[in-house]
Nanobody, 115 residues
């Protein structure tokens, strides 16, 4: 069993920054894939960024160059540094983990980009 708890969301002005955190507990280790997804109102959930084997990363085209995914294996925590935020980044952001057997999701954290 894996438990994921996101934090760090909030309201930010366009051009601002936020850092999301996802604290993981349970059967998850540094070799497992972890990702950030987001879901805007009326839209499907979409992949934002993935990190595997601790270092290999992939990003959605819409966030590449603005967002950075990272993980602290000692703290079992996943991060998403979001810079140059745009109104279209407004969504609920979810942490996802795959331990080779099951997929686990966090409860989500709201990010709102508005002036």
């Amino acid at each position: 069993q894996v438990r994921l708890v996101e934090s760090g969301g909030g309201l930010v002005q366009p051009g601002g920054s936020l850092r999301l955190s996802c604290a993981a507990s349970g059967s998850i280790n540094s070799g497992n894939s972890m990702s950030w997804y987001r879901q805007a109102p009326g839209k499907q959930r979409e992949l934002v960024a993935t990190i595997v084997i601790g270092r290999t990363t992939n990003y959605a085209d819409s966030v590449r160059g603005r967002f950075t995914i990272s993980r602290d294996n000692a703290k079992n925590t996943l991060y998403l540094q979001m810079n140059s935020l745009k109104p279209e980044d407004t969504a609920v952001y979810y942490c996802r983990a795959y331990n080779g057997f099951f997929v686990y999701w966090g409860q989500g954290t709201q990010v709102t980009v508005s002036s």
